[in-house]
């Protein structure tokens, strides 16, 4: 299968010899002649590498050519990797030292974006080296010598090849035929609930018979889920036929999208003549025509496109010609076309259940065989089933596989892996492939890296875009090295549309935090990569060998066996995780015994590492894995950090999972370092350079700067310089015992300065139960937390999450809070004393608003809605509401609206509220305020749901436990 890799690779070293082979940098032994010769090389090579990846599919000669050119190019990489480290280094150090330097700490941020690049070039010619870097340097120029010739031999076999230039998205893959409403299959597995939801909004129930305007109903989800399936046996349907009175058109749209040919199918449907008109006026003049004044029924299936341009003139001919009722349904695997057409009525494709899938693989592997005879294969058939993973592609293509095979050939089946099963990469993956070579380059990239991952694996968003960035796929010219993250933001968002994620999870915000890969695709993702990716389980009595030869390896230990690595010369492994259970002991240098080998540490070109295991310590010699960019460690054990991490100037990501000893005063010199997690309460001292890491982005969970007397603390100051900061959780603020001290360390966090804040997370108290209560019980910190939050003062521009905990303040309403233009959630939790909200409806963009365990609050009142209530003019409060959540307000009784507020009148209030929910208060349905009761009896508003119910133990002197729910959807389901 195609490599992804290859593209990004040469971009990244054509960029190099674009930008710096002109300048006419004198290099020793000739190098700037071989650079030349180089750019020439990737130049050529770049330009047939698309018919190449093509062509890889049925030849094996250009799958080992590709092999070799991918092998060249991470080396190529790496070289220039080293290279930008050593000069990184030696900068870092004539600082450090007092030397005269003409590079300063703010120019090299500025030269960081261009990674190896910017400093490989101009230090070529430098006069001014240390002997080490004169020795490297003639090192590096030795190497691209060696490199670019390996590279000239692999241009060389290219000729062999008789490539062609195709541009990097023309993949021509052979698509399947045109598909048709011919209904193959009477039975639909599972989708009844889908097939009945499906006709009820095409309007046969009679449920929409005031629908004036054309509806666009989309179907999504991956290919092989069914969706082509659901849509035939709904168009079939005897009561959709006789609603539209026979007016029903199937449309294959497929890829490219052409509308003149979709108009054509069209007419010819209508008139049973072939058009002959020749000429697009006349053309759509026709197609008007034939549909005109009916009401229809249009399939579009299997539709990729999401150009609007390509959409609207055919969505915009389609509305003036149909009558009432007419209905579109578009089948597609991307959710943004279901955004672009319109996606209101939605219908989102669901795995089969096991059940189903057994009964699918029966019908098609044993269409003949009586029941009794069909009974012996049950057992091993349902095993198969569920290996299809709810999908019913695969289940048709293994039952058409096991039709006619015995017993013992379904037991082999079931042994195998699916992608070794005869023709089944063809007929399971093909339909797949055309959704992969639908990506951009990058994006199939870090779809393939998704392959190191076991099944079923759960990914966290944020944390494998980490990973995307640690392997260096947003690296270009054109993107600021702080923007890497929104870029795997996108991408990751990109490749959930096309359903290669499932099952997402959301926090109170509602954005994605977790999801999983479908079993089947990720199948299809590891057969791709399956000579650059492994994953092993090392078990039993014997060491299993490790092939290290691979760019990705994950391996779990699940016994004290010590796995034997490979004796491997390239160790070119980009990517590790070691697993080990609780026997196992992994990378403890102290320990007599050695559980797990060290000549991992020896992988020199590691971009990602993370261990996870019982007992395990950083190895002293850490600092040799230079190239390293993203590192965490899981243990129960309480870590020292050693100084030699200090030399890892590449790294980006440091992620704690444990309790340390003390963070040394050399992380201090992770100068690219942009994101560090710390277990909350981990850190047992934090070092005063800190304040040196000016590229961190996220600092989580373990910036606690009054945590008792205990411990070394640090004070807030440390953020003074810290400002490309997105992502901040501050942890025991308020805790001093002077107003005046609170307000100057305060200040001294300068959040005011920190432009490119996120998310901010500001939690007033970090200690046990025992010192809760005890604060609880003097009645808190009141006027300290006040002034801290008043003082802290964060940038207002790009704030866009907002959460406040364990405050004990009597008012939460500090004079800034209104000037967060850009603010979409806000939190408020545990936050015990104040008895008012703030004006909150002034807050132009907040989307959600969740307040719980606020014991001292008993009224809402209109002041909530942030408006002049005497003014007549126009206006919106929360106008972009969409989620209002309260729970856990223990005294709330009162909740007042506004006098002589009218439905229709100027003053819309919450007019985008799609969920409200509130629980465990003393609000009932009938004491809400006026504005929610009216959005009832508007049918253009959410419907309500609400009942009163007490199921909460150890709750029954509340009278009323009120849960009310509004939403959007048609059918609710409560979950008491």
């Not at 509806?215 to 709904?234: C, D, E």
């Not at 359903?499 to 890969?517: A, G, N, P, R, V």
């Not at 002197?957 to 009120?962: G, K, M």
Request: overall charge neutral; proline content about 3%.
């Amino acid at each position: 299968m195609a490599d992804a890799v290859i593209s990004i690779l040469l971009d990244q070293l054509a960029l190099v010899t674009r930008e710096y082979v002109g300048e006419k940098v004198k290099l020793v032994m000739g190098v700037d002649e071989e650079l030349e010769n180089l750019q020439r090389n990737l130049v050529a090579i770049k330009a047939v590498l698309t018919d190449a990846e093509m062509r890889q599919l049925k030849d094996e000669a250009v799958k080992l050519w590709l092999e070799d050119l991918k092998d060249v190019s991470y080396d190529m990489d790496s070289v220039l990797d080293e290279w930008n480290t050593a000069i990184l280094k030696s900068e870092f150090d004539q600082r450090e030292n007092g030397a005269e330097s003409s590079t300063t700490a703010d120019e090299i941020q500025i030269t960081k974006p261009k990674v190896w690049s910017s400093m490989l070039f101009s230090c070529f010619n430098c006069s001014k080296l240390s002997p080490p870097l004169i020795c490297l340097r003639l090192d590096i120029a030795k190497e691209i010598q060696i490199l670019n010739q390996k590279l000239g031999r692999i241009n060389d076999r290219n000729k062999v090849f008789s490539f062609k230039e195709i541009s990097a998205n023309s993949f021509d893959l052979k698509r399947p035929n045109n598909t048709t409403s011919f209904l193959n299959m009477s039975v639909i597995y599972g989708q009844d609930h889908n097939k009945e939801t499906l006709i009820d909004r095409l309007g046969v129930s009679g449920s929409n018979r005031n629908d004036k305007e054309l509806k666009f109903i989309p179907i999504v989800g991956m290919g092989g889920i069914g969706k082509t399936t659901l849509a035939r046996n709904a168009y079939n349907d005897a009561r959709v036929q006789t609603h539209f009175n026979g007016n029903k058109f199937w449309v294959c749209v497929s890829d490219p999208f052409d509308i003149a040919r979709i108009a054509k199918e069209i007419i010819e449907q209508v008139t049973s003549v072939t058009p002959t008109v020749i000429g697009s006026e006349s053309l759509m003049k026709e197609f008007h025509k034939s549909i005109n004044g009916k009401k229809f029924l249009l399939v579009l299936d299997d539709m990729w496109t999401t150009e609007y341009n390509e959409w609207a003139p055919l969505q915009e001919l389609l509305r003036s010609s149909s009558a009432a009722g007419s209905r579109v349904l578009v089948t597609t695997r991307n959710g943004e076309v279901a955004r672009m057409i319109g996606d209101a009525d939605k219908i989102c494709m669901n795995k089969l259940s096991e059940e189903n899938c057994w009964f699918l693989l029966r019908d098609i592997a044993l269409p003949n065989q009586t029941e009794q005879e069909r009974k012996g294969f049950e057992t091993i058939g349902q095993k198969i089933a569920r290996k299809c993973s709810g999908l019913p592609l695969a289940v048709k293509t293994i039952g058409s596989l096991l039709r006619v095979k015995d017993i013992e050939d379904w037991h082999e089946i079931y042994t195998s892996e699916i992608w070794e099963l005869k023709n089944v990469d063809v007929e399971l993956f093909n339909p797949l492939l055309f959704s992969y070579y639908d990506l951009t380059s990058v994006e199939r990239r870090c779809f393939l890296y998704c392959a190191i991952f076991p099944k079923d694996n759960v990914f966290e968003r944020d944390d494998l875009i980490l990973q995307w960035v640690a392997q260096g796929y947003f690296k270009s010219r054109n993107i600021d090295q702080h923007k890497f993250e929104q870029k795997g933001q996108i991408c990751f968002q990109n490749l959930a549309l096309r359903s290669f994620f499932q099952d997402f999870k959301y926090d109170h915000s509602k954005l994605t935090i977790e999801c999983k890969m479908h079993d089947i695709v990720h199948d299809f993702a590891q057969h791709l990569m399956k000579k650059e990716c492994s994953v092993e389980v090392v078990s039993g009595a014997a060491g299993k060998i490790v092939n290290l030869d691979i760019r990705h390896l994950n391996l779990k230990v699940s016994s004290s066996v010590i796995p034997t690595l490979s004796n491997s010369k390239k160790k070119n492994l980009h990517t590790l995780i070691v697993t080990c259970d609780s026997k196992c002991i992994v990378l403890k240098e102290s320990s007599s015994t050695q559980m797990f080998p060290h000549e991992l540490l020896d992988l020199k070109r590691l971009r990602t590492f993370i261990l996870k295991g019982k007992s395990m310590e950083l190895p002293t010699y850490i600092g040799g894995l230079i190239h390293l960019r993203y590192f965490s460690i899981f243990s129960d054990d309480i870590l020292d950090v050693p100084p030699s991490i200090g030399s890892l100037f590449n790294l980006q990501t440091l992620k704690f999972f444990c309790l340390i000893k003390e963070l040394c005063e050399e992380v201090g010199k992770l100068i690219n370092l942009r994101h560090l997690h710390l277990n909350k309460g981990c850190i047992q001292s934090w070092p005063k350079s800190i304040r040196n890491l000016t590229s961190l982005q996220t600092l989580e969970n373990g910036f606690s700067p009054n945590l008792g007397h205990s411990k070394k603390l640090i004070p807030l100051r440390a953020f003074q310089n810290l400002n490309n900061l997105r992502t901040i959780c501050l942890e025991g603020l308020g805790k001093e015992e002077h107003k005046e001290e609170a307000e100057e360390e305060a200040k001294e966090a300068k959040l005011d300065n920190k432009t490119a804040l996120v998310h901010l997370h500001l939690m007033f108290f970090a200690g046990n139960r025992e010192d809760y209560s005890a604060i609880v019980k003097i009645g808190g910190n009141t006027e300290i937390h006040e002034i801290v939050l008043e003082t802290l003062r964060p940038h207002h521009e790009n704030l866009k999450y907002l959460t406040i905990e364990w405050y004990f303040g009597r008012s939460i309403s500090p004079s800034w809070m209104m000037s967060l233009i850009n603010l979409t959630s806000l939190y408020l939790r545990n936050c015990h004393y104040h008895d008012t909200l703030p004006p909150l409806g002034k807050l132009r963009c907040l989307e959600s608003l969740d307040i719980y365990y606020s014991n001292g609050l008993r009224k809402i009142g209109p002041e909530l809605l942030g408006v002049d209530i005497d003014n007549n003019t126009s206006t919106d409060s929360f106008p972009k509401l969409k989620q209002l959540k309260i729970s856990w307000a223990m005294s709330l009784g009162e909740w007042v609206g506004v006098v002589g507020w009218k439905m229709n009148g100027p003053l819309k209030i919450m007019p985008s509220l799609e969920s409200l929910e509130i629980s465990c208060c003393q609000l009932s349905s009938e004491i809400l305020p006026e504005y929610r009761k009216g959005l009832a009896q508007d049918s253009s508003c959410p419907k309500h749901y609400y009942q009163n119910q007490m199921k909460y133990r150890g709750l029954a002197q509340y009278s009323s436990i009120f849960k009310f729910i509004s939403q959007v959807h048609d059918q609710v389901v409560v979950d008491w």
